[in-house]
């Protein structure tokens, strides 16, 4: 059913009007002027084909059309009210969900989340797995991890990073472990993975050496797990925290990125 378009201005300006019994007092109240306030209750007059008050010797008074709906028209902005709280409910939740490969959940994100739920014990993650595109729409996203040269479509914040390090554990050999999107190395392919995450599992188990993120290695290095050959490479990859412009403004979300780039 096609919705009547409802005249809100001024409904609102015969809400106030008809609790003060004074379009000087409404004004006060909605802070334009008593001209203003007329003028909104004749156009609305005009839209309805009522007429909404009558000026009297004991000053104004509603005709019995405008009492009629007045009733009803208050609960209205009643349940306004109502709707609106609902909605920043959502944004005051501390609920967030957040999707991010697989990889880098484990080995980055779920540790510096239990970093930041330990300073604010109300935080909830939902945390899903997304190592292909990313529907907001779809997955009822409020952030996303993406891997790529920029934040795409979307608003995005980069994750700092030295780029690529070659990690290896102490006395393994000069083998190298494979992944899909690896960079090329020298030296036999000992065993292949499915991710940076596992090639750095491997990596720790003498498997070899490999050559991944260093923002998913930096914990198994600064264990001793495993230790950087070489230099760090600079690349044109990285991590970045990403959101469609609506999550990204939402005030939990923001929050949550500035912990995150902390």
Known sequence: MKRTHLPLNGLRV????????????????????PAAV????RALEDTLGVVLFRRTTRGLELTPEAEAGLGALRDGFLQFEEAVR????GQSSKSLTIAAPRDLTEKWLMPRLAEIAQRDGELRFILLSADDAIDFTEANLDL????????????????????????????????????????????????????????????VAGLGRATVPELLAARAIAAGKVAVVGDAQPSRLGYWLVAPLPQWRQAKVRALVDALTA
């Open 14 to 33: 015969l809400d106030a009007a008809a609790r003060h019994l004074s379009f000087t007092r409404a004004a006060d109240e909605l802070a334009v002027t």
């Open 144 to 203: 996303a991890v993406r891997w790529g040269e920029g934040p795409g479509e979307h608003e995005g914040e980069a994750l700092e990073s030295e780029g690529m390090v070659t990690i290896a554990a102490p006395l393994a050999g000069d083998a190298v472990i494979g992944w899909p999107g690896a960079p090329g190395g020298d030296g036999p392919t000992l065993v292949r993975v499915a991710d940076a995450g596992l090639a750095i599992d491997a990596a």
């Open 38 to 41: 007329g003028q909104q209750v």
């Open 86 to 89: 609902a909605m920043q409910a």
